[in-house]
T-cell receptor, first 112, second 111 residues
Framework: KAGVTQTPRYLIKTRGQQVTLSCSPI?????VSWYQQTPGQGLQFLFEYFSETQRNKGNFPGRFSGRQFSNSRSEMNVSTLELGDSALYLCASSLDPVYPQHFGDGTRLSIL | GESVGLHLPTLSVQEGDNSIINCAYS??????FIWYKQESGKGPQFIIDIRSNMDKRQGQRVTVLLNKTVKHLSLQIAATQPGDSAVYFC??????????FGTGTSLTVIP
């Protein structure tokens, strides 16, 4: 069974730009969650989607948004990038949030 | 809300010894807990989970202990091997179905 796939693996952007990250969950998993990982803050929850609906949202500004498609694939968008958005963005999928989440290897976003 | 903390940011053990990594959580209503292992350049990898109706669960070389009275979770790794060197996180599911993660313990296994 293929794991969670995140693309691209690495991205370099400049301040003010926007970026879209993609996540393909494990087949059959309908819940997709996104996290931001930084050395100082650890893993911070961004949002969770289930059957194309956002069910939970973390404490991030509105520049961070996401969506989920009917095939459970998910995208995350960050607009008006800031230097502080440099981080590893991780996607995790599960059958439902109360089941184990399985992570992809992340997208490393660097803002210049 | 929920706050999750690990007791030690780093831990060094001799190969073959047992390792114990600890985690404390704040919300007594939390009822699902997961331990993850993260190697450099990779995403967190599921190790073992436990629900609040249990106080111990064993896997291959790993045991998770849950003490709901003091809101404490631990991961024990038996006969630690060099391949166990990684950062270990605990994740706690709160009543809003959102996982909160500890800051991680970096385990170094000395050959």
């Amino acid at each position: 069974k293929a794991g969670v796939t995140q693309t691209p693996r690495y991205l370099i952007k400049t301040r003010g730009q926007q970026v879209t990250l993609s996540c393909s969950p494990i087949s059959g998993h309908r819940s997709v969650s996104w996290y931001q990982q930084t050395p100082g803050q650890g893993l911070q929850f961004l949002f969770e989607y289930f059957s194309e609906t956002q069910r939970n949202k973390g404490n991030f500004p509105g520049r961070f948004s996401g969506r989920q498609f009917s095939n459970s694939r998910s995208e995350m968008n960050v607009s008006t990038l800031e230097l502080g958005d440099s981080a590893l963005y991780l996607c995790a999928s599960s059958l439902d949030p109360v089941y184990p989440q399985h992570f992809g290897d992340g997208t490393r976003l660097s803002i210049l | 809300g929920e706050s999750v903390g690990l007791h030690l940011p780093t831990l060094s053990v001799q190969e073959g010894d047992n390792s114990i990594i600890n985690c404390a959580y704040s919300n007594s209503a939390s009822d699902y807990f997961i331990w993850y292992k993260q190697e450099s350049g990779k995403g967190p990898q599921f190790i073992i989970d436990i629900r609040s109706n249990m106080d111990k669960r064993q896997g291959q070389r790993v045991t998770v202990l849950l003490n709901k009275t003091v809101k404490h979770l631990s991961l024990q790794i038996a006969a630690t091997q060099p391949g166990d060197s990684a950062v270990y996180f605990c994740a706690v599911l709160n009543t809003g179905n959102q996982f909160y993660f500890g800051t991680g313990t970096s385990l170094t296994v000395i050959p």
